[in-house]
């Protein structure tokens, strides 16, 4: 495939409910996605970057900036035979992993466009269908997280995770556990402790969690790995796993037992699918995480979802939980059971809401 035009626009989406994490609140999400022109072929694909440098460096201005003046040019005119040769061409950039990941997608979605195979297959996945949890972010009061987590298992979610922060933990995490004794729970902290926590962290050991996920700095290993040490509670790492190497470091250091995988986080499918090789090396799972995707991104992280080891449920859930409309057709369902099937349709699986892409756009500009 020659790439003969790539097109970037920003979407105004607002959520169905406000999503509040550590670092913040948010109640409408700015989607940056790309569209890469080729043959006849439009491949898509999402920048999953936060609108605030919160939660990681990468912001949605910044990333829109670093694909019109560096990336996209770095792959016009190119001839690519798939996703993979994306990388390379992008590699002379440090690091805006969010913003490659977009392009380098767009490319994956274009060539199972062009194989007529799904983007599952093409990625080397074999499940039929995942297993979904949910991510509830922190509420107004107790009561409200109780009410939406009732909601969430009602509607057959395998695992609800909460995030948590000093003052919003272990009266919550008690509540929950009183009300739930058997259900797998986990909470992401989101860097929001320190090793000053030690103790506090310790008391998470009698809520039976399936994880605390990234309970220290966004950057660190050797603190975690520290941590680790002291808890009975499985750690898992989202924010400071960049790459298969950094996944590497981790587990060789025993830093944590489960990895987050985030395609936008560790810079495109191929390095995905590098972390989920090096995991399954040492005998970890992985899971994937979200980032409040439209359909895009979510229908590209179901995908994924497929590879053999990631075997926890993940953060993918149904696109009604975020968008009053979603910008991809079918839109990404749930069944009772917690589980997504996965399609047998080429390419991404589901059709492009072009007519409401457009109403949503409020920014495009495209590099020829
Ligand atoms: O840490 O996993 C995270 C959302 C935005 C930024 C970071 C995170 C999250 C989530 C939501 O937890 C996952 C989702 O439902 O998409
Ligand atoms: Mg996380």
Same mark, same amino acid.
């Given at each position: 495939m020659r790439i003969e035009a790539i097109t970037l626009r920003e979407l105004k989406m607002p959520l169905v409910h406000f999503f509040e994490t550590s670092f913040g609140r948010t109640y409408t999400r700015r989607?940056?996605?790309?569209?890469?022109?080729?043959?006849? *072929?439009?491949?898509?694909?999402?920048?999953? @970057? %936060?609108e605030n440098p919160y939660y990681s460096e990468e912001y949605i201005d910044g990333a829109w900036d670093v694909i019109v003046r560096f990336l996209a040019p770095a792959l016009l005119g190119k001839t690519l035979q798939s996703g993979r040769d994306v990388s390379p061409l992008l590699a002379q950039v440090r690091e805006h992993r969010m913003a490659k990941a977009a392009l380098e997608n767009a490319a994956w979605d274009a060539e199972a466009q062009e194989k007529r195979l799904p983007l599952w297959k093409l990625l080397g996945g074999t499940r039929r269908e995942i297993a979904c949890g949910v991510s509830i972010g922190i509420q107004d009061s107790h009561e409200r997280l109780l009410e939406k +987590?009732?909601?969430?298992?009602?509607?057959?979610?395998?695992?609800?995770?909460?995030?948590?922060?000093?003052?919003?933990?272990?009266?919550?995490?008690?509540?929950?556990?009183?009300?739930?004794?058997?259900? *797998?729970?986990?909470? =992401?902290? &989101?860097?929001?402790?320190?090793?000053?926590?030690?103790?506090?962290?310790?008391?998470? =050991?009698?809520?039976? *969690?399936?994880?605390?996920?990234?309970?220290?700095?966004?950057?660190?290993?050797? *603190?975690?790995?520290?941590?680790?040490?002291?808890?009975?509670?499985?750690?898992?790492?989202?924010?400071?796993?960049?790459?298969?190497?950094?996944a590497e470091a981790a587990l060789e250091l025993g830093s944590c037992r489960i990895?987050? +995988?985030?395609? %936008?986080?560790?810079? #495109?499918?191929?390095?995905?699918? @590098?972390?989920?090789?090096?995991?399954? /090396?040492?005998? $970890?799972?992985?899971?994937?995480?979200?980032?409040?995707?439209?359909?895009?991104?979510?229908?590209? &992280?179901?995908?994924?979802?497929?590879?053999?080891?990631? /075997?926890?449920?993940? =953060? $993918?859930?149904?696109? /009604?939980?975020?968008?009053?409309?979603?910008? +991809?057709?079918?839109?990404?369902? $749930?069944?009772?059971? #917690?589980?997504?099937?996965?399609?047998?349709?080429?390419?991404?699986?589901?059709?492009?809401?072009?007519d409401l892409i457009e109403k949503l756009t409020v920014r495009k500009d495209e590099v020829k």
């Open positions: 989607v940056l996605l790309v569209t890469l022109q080729s043959d006849g *072929l439009e491949g898509w694909g999402e920048c999953v @970057a %936060g +987590i009732e909601t969430e298992l009602a509607a057959g979610y395998q695992r609800i995770k909460i995030k948590v922060k000093p003052g919003w933990d272990v009266e919550v995490l008690e509540k929950i556990r009183k009300r739930w004794p058997e259900i *797998l729970l986990s909470c =992401d902290a &989101n860097s929001a402790y320190t090793l000053a926590d030690e103790q506090h962290l310790k008391y998470f =050991d009698r809520f039976q *969690l399936l994880m605390i996920e990234q309970p220290l700095w966004s950057d660190d290993f050797y *603190l975690h790995a520290r941590l680790q040490k002291q808890l009975q509670t499985a750690l898992c790492l989202d924010e400071a796993i960049h790459s298969a190497r950094y990895v987050n +995988i985030k395609v %936008g986080r560790v810079g #495109g499918f191929s390095e995905a699918i @590098a972390v989920h090789n090096v995991t399954q /090396k040492f005998g $970890v799972s992985v899971w994937c995480g979200g980032m409040l995707e439209s359909g895009i991104g979510r229908s590209h &992280n179901v995908a994924l979802s497929t590879l053999a080891n990631f /075997k926890l449920p993940g =953060d $993918v859930s149904a696109s /009604k939980r975020y968008w009053k409309e979603d910008v +991809i057709d079918p839109e990404v369902e $749930v069944s009772p059971q #917690g589980t997504i099937a996965i399609s047998d349709k080429p390419g991404r699986g589901y059709e492009i809401r072009k």
